[in-house]
């Protein structure tokens, strides 16, 4: 069956540090990958989607980033965070037949 | 691009009752639709989809039904229970390769 992995869980950075998140899935091959952030009682912004190697397609502009060096291995970067960087990021993953599947997410806090 | 819109942004139900959620959406390719529950500082989880071809699925307690002249769908929780306290998330998709577009999420409590 697949699953998807997502660390850390919990990450504590000062302004202006980087960020480097990991997610990979296991059990599938070339997955649909996303990226979403959530703030505390929000909805979920689609930050990054991926359908292949390379294939990256930014949904908001800002400070971060996104790479797939990996089929099933997708990174969510930045140079700097900013206050505004702080959320409960997801990873989800999804294959040719749906539906989408989230990773546990990572609770950022910036101080 | 899709617009999912969902309402009501919160819900209140005494334990027992029947629970209902609608969204709508704008771009008439969207051929699925999810929808997930996230209980408090976890990930969303899907718990019934439906797609384009089909009017109506039901597990158990929940329902979805889909009306794709008038692109909306809805959930329909029944003999609601504590634990279905959490937020729900609606969602359309144009198929495989395509984003998810999701709603804003409805906070339903389920009241002992």
């Known amino acids: 069956s697949q699953t998807i992995h997502q660390w850390p869980a919990t990450l504590v950075q000062p302004v202006g540090s980087p960020l480097s998140l990991e997610c990979t899935v296991e059990g599938t091959s070339n997955p649909n990958l996303y990226w979403y952030r959530q703030a505390a009682g929000r909805g979920l912004q689609l930050l990054f989607y991926s359908v292949g190697i390379g294939q990256i397609s930014s949904e908001v502009p800002q400070n971060l980033s996104a790479s797939r060096p990996q089929d099933r291995q997708f990174i969510l970067s930045s140079k700097k965070l900013l206050l505004s960087d702080s959320g409960f990021y997801l990873c989800a993953w999804s294959g040719s037949s749906q539906p989408q599947h989230f990773g546990d997410g990572t609770r950022l806090s910036i101080l | 691009g899709e617009n999912v819109e969902q309402h009501p942004s919160t819900l209140s139900v005494q334990e027992g009752d029947s629970a209902v959620i609608k969204c709508t959406y704008s771009?008439?390719?969207?051929?699925?639709f999810p929808w997930y529950k996230q209980e408090l500082g976890k990930r969303p989880q899907l718990i019934i989809d439906?797609?384009?071809?089909?009017g109506e699925k039901k597990d158990q307690r929940i329902a979805v039904t889909l009306n794709k002249t008038a692109k909306h769908f809805s959930l329909h929780i029944t003999e609601t229970q504590p634990e279905d306290s959490a937020v729900y998330f609606c969602a359309a998709s144009k198929g495989a390769g395509n984003q998810f577009y999701f709603g804003t999420g409805t906070s339903l409590t389920v009241i002992p």
């Open positions: 439906i797609r384009s071809n089909v």
């Open positions: 771009d008439s390719a969207s051929n699925y």
